[in-house]
C-alpha cells in the first residue's frame, strides 16, 4: 500500500530580479524583472506505508517546495499528488488530520504557553476528546522524556528539549505520515541522537510513514533506508542507501585498482578506503553542479 | 493503523463529534491565557492612553466657550467621551498587531505551518485578535471610565441598561475593523509589502472616525463618510455610547451586520486567490 504518489509534480515561482545599485533600485520601480524558477521540474515517486524516505538535495534543489505541495499548502502548476488517498490540493484540512509536520526551522508551538498547554491545543486543534488529548499527552511524554519540562513556558526550553516538544506537538493526532524538514537543525550530537531513536521508534510501533529532508548524513543513514536525491527540481537519483554505498565502495574500488594498474603498483582490489555516506553525496552533488 | 487520524477524517465526514468553533475557542482560550501573563504590559499603555485622552481634554476645553456650548450637535462633555470611547476602542484593540502578524506570517514563511493545521487560517487570525482585545479591552474601558468620571464629568443622558446593546456595537465594530485590516494584509500574497495601504486605512479611520466624529467634516462629505467602514468601526458605536437611542442602535447593527457579510466574503475570496500565489521563502 502507497502513502504517498507523485507524478509528473512541477512548481515554477516568478521571482523579482534588481540590478546592481541604486540605479538598479530605481529601475526596478519603474520597469520591474521578474524571472521564472523551475523548483520543481516533473518529479514522480512513491512511497510505501511504514516507509522512512530521505529527501535530499542540495540548497535549492526542491525539497521544501516538493514537500510543501504535498502538504498542500503550495499549489503545483503541474501533475499529480496523492497522500494516504487525498489530494492536498482539493482537501487539504482533510490531509492535515491525518499527516503531521516538523520544519526545524519554524516554530509551531506557542512560545508563552508551557508544552502541556501546547499539546492539549493542538489536541482540540484535531478534533480529539479530553480525554484521548491527556491519554496521548501521558504517552508521548513518557516516551519522549518530557515530564521533567512539561510545565515550563516554551520559551525557557533549550533547542534540544523545544525540538522534542515540537515532534510531540505534531504526533498528538497519531499522523500516518510524518513530513520532517531538517528536525536535528541546530542540536548537539547527543540531543541529534535522541531525536533519531524516537523517531526510529515511532516509526516502529506506530508504522508512521517518515518522509525526511536533511543535510544531515546521520540522520539519512540512521533513519532511512531508501534515499531520493533532487536537483535542480528533478531526481537524479532514487535508491536504497545501501545500494548506493555498496555502489560507489566498487566505483571507488574499481578506480583505486586502475590507478595502481597504470602505476604498475601490485595494490590490491580490497585496499581501497571505505568511503562514507556524506562523501558520496558530495560527489554526486559535485558531479550534478559540473553538469 | 493510528486510531486518532483516522477517526478524525470520517468524524468530520459524518459529523459524529464535530464541533467546528471548539477549536477557535480554544485557540481564543489559549490566547487569553498567553496575555493574562502579560497583563503588567498592557497597562504600560494606559500612559499614551492618557496623554492622548488628556490633550483632546485642553483641546476641546478652549474650543467650547461657554457651557451648553454645540459643536456640530456635540455638547463638550459627549465630544470627550466620544474621543475616549474611539481611543479605547484603538487602543485596547491592538488591529494592528494582528494585522502585522498576517504580513510577517507570509513574508517569513511561517504561514507554512498555520496552514497544514485543520482549521482555516482567517479564523484562527480572528480568534487570536478575539482573544488579544478580551484582555486589553476591559482594561482600557475601566481607564476611560475613571478618567472620564474624575476629569470629565458622567456623560449626560447615559443609560445604564443600554450597556449590552452598545458592548454588541463595540465588539461588532472591532471584528468589522480586523477583518479589513486582515483583507489589506492578505495582499501581501501579491505585493511585498502591504504596509502603505494599512498605514492609509488606518489613518483615515485615526482622523475620519477616532479623533473626530463624522459630523465635525462638511456636510457634503458625511454622506460619503458615513458609507466608508468608519461609521460601523467606530464612528456608530462611539456615537450610541455618548447618545443612545433604539433607532440609532438598530441602524447601526444593521449597517454592521452588513458590512461584516462583505468583509468576510471579500477576506475568504482574497484569501483563496492569494494561497495560489503563496512563495514560501526559503523554499
Known amino acids: 500500500m502507497q502513502a504517498i504518489t507523485v507524478e509528473n509534480l512541477s512548481k515554477t515561482f516568478r521571482v523579482k530580479r534588481k540590478e546592481k545599485g541604486m540605479r538598479g533600485s530605481i529601475k526596478a520601480i519603474l520597469h520591474p524583472q521578474t524571472e521564472e524558477i523551475r523548483a520543481v521540474n516533473g518529479v514522480s515517486f512513491s512511497v510505501d506505508e511504514g516507509e522512512m524516505l530521505a529527501f535530499i538535495g542540495p540548497n535549492g534543489a526542491g525539497k521544501s517546495t516538493t514537500i510543501k505541495m504535498l502538504t498542500g499548502i503550495l499549489y503545483p502548476d503541474g501533475g499529480r499528488v496523492e497522500v494516504l488517498g487525498i489530494d492536498p490540493m482539493k482537501k487539504r484540512k482533510q490531509l492535515a488530520y491525518r499527516i503531521g509536520t516538523v520544519f526545524g526551522q519554524k516554530e509551531q508551538l506557542w512560545t508563552h504557553l508551557t508544552p502541556y498547554d501546547n499539546f492539549r491545543f493542538f489536541g482540540a486543534i484535531y478534533d480529539l476528546s479530553e480525554r484521548e488529548t491527556e491519554e496521548r499527552i501521558a504517552e508521548l511524554s513518557e516516551r519522549f522524556e518530557l515530564n521533567a519540562f512539561i510545565d515550563t513556558p516554551v520559551r525557557n526550553l533549550s533547542l534540544g528539549q523545544r525540538i522534542r516538544c515540537e515532534i510531540v506537538a505534531s504526533l498528538i493526532h497519531k499522523p500516518k505520515v510524518l513530513f520532517l524538514d531538517e528536525p536535528t537543525i541546530g542540536l548537539d550530537p547527543v540531543v541529534k541522537e535522541n531525536v533519531r531513536e524516537l523517531i526510529k521508534q515511532m516509526n516502529r510501533e506506530e508504522h508512521t510513514t517518515i518522509f525526511l529532508t536533511s543535510h544531515d548524513v546521520g540522520d539519512i543513514e540512521k533513519l532511512c533506508r531508501r534515499i531520493i536525491i533532487v536537483n535542480d527540481g528533478q531526481i537524479v537519483l532514487d535508491d536504497s542507501v545501501e545500494r548506493l554505498k555498496s555502489h560507489y565502495q566498487d566505483k571507488m574500488a574499481a578506480d583505486v585498482y586502475a590507478r595502481s594498474q597504470e602505476s604498475g603498483m601490485a595494490e590490491k582490489y580490497e585496499e581501497a578506503p571505505n568511503i562514507s555516506l556524506e562523501e558520496i553525496l558530495v560527489d554526486i552533488y559535485r558531479s550534478e553542479e559540473d553538469g | ?283
Open chain 2, 1 to 283: 493503523m493510528g486510531k486518532y487520524g483516522d477517526k478524525s477524517v470520517s468524524m468530520n465526514i459524518k459529523g459524529v463529534r464535530f464541533r467546528p468553533w471548539r477549536k477557535y475557542a480554544v485557540i481564543y482560550r489559549s490566547v487569553l491565557m498567553e496575555n493574562l501573563q502579560y497583563a503588567a504590559n498592557i497597562a504600560m499603555g494606559f500612559f499614551s492612553y492618557f496623554v492622548f485622552i488628556f490633550i483632546f481634554i485642553k483641546l476641546w476645553g478652549y474650543m467650547y466657550r461657554t457651557p451648553g456650548e454645540l459643536i456640530a450637535g456635540y455638547t463638550k462633555e459627549q465630544m470627550i467621551w466620544y474621543v475616549m470611547m474611539t481611543e479605547m476602542m484603538f487602543f485596547g484593540s491592538n488591529a494592528a498587531s494582528v494585522a502585522g502578524e498576517v504580513a510577517r506570517d507570509i513574508r517569513s514563511g511561517n504561514i507554512a505551518y498555520l496552514m497544514n493545521k485543520p482549521y482555516h487560517y482567517t479564523l484562527y487570525i480572528l480568534s487570536r485578535y478575539t482573544g488579544e482585545w478580551s484582555i486589553r479591552l476591559p482594561m482600557y474601558a475601566l481607564l476611560a471610565v475613571v478618567i472620564g468620571t474624575v476629569m470629565v464629568g458622567p456623560l449626560p443622558h447615559f443609560r445604564l441598561t443600554a450597556v449590552p446593546a452598545m458592548a454588541v456595537c463595540v465588539v461588532l465594530g472591532l471584528t468589522i475593523h480586523a477583518v479589513f485590516k486582515l483583507c489589506i494584509s492578505l495582499f501581501s500574497f501579491w505585493i511585498e509589502d502591504a504596509t502603505p495601504f494599512q498605514w492609509l486605512y488606518d489613518k483615515l479611520i485615526l482622523v475620519v472616525g477616532v479623533m473626530f466624529p463624522v459630523e465635525i467634516f462638511p456636510k457634503a462629505l458625511q454622506p460619503l463618510l458615513k458609507m466608508t467602514p468608519i461609521y460601523t468601526v467606530c464612528y456608530g458605536p462611539a456615537k450610541l455610547i455618548v447618545d443612545f437611542s433604539p433607532e440609532k442602535c438598530l441602524e447601526i447593527l444593521a449597517a454592521q451586520i452588513l458590512y461584516l457579510t462583505v468583509g468576510c466574503v471579500l477576506m475568504s475570496l482574497i484569501y483563496r486567490k492569494g494561497v495560489r500565489k503563496l512563495y514560501v521563502n526559503g523554499g
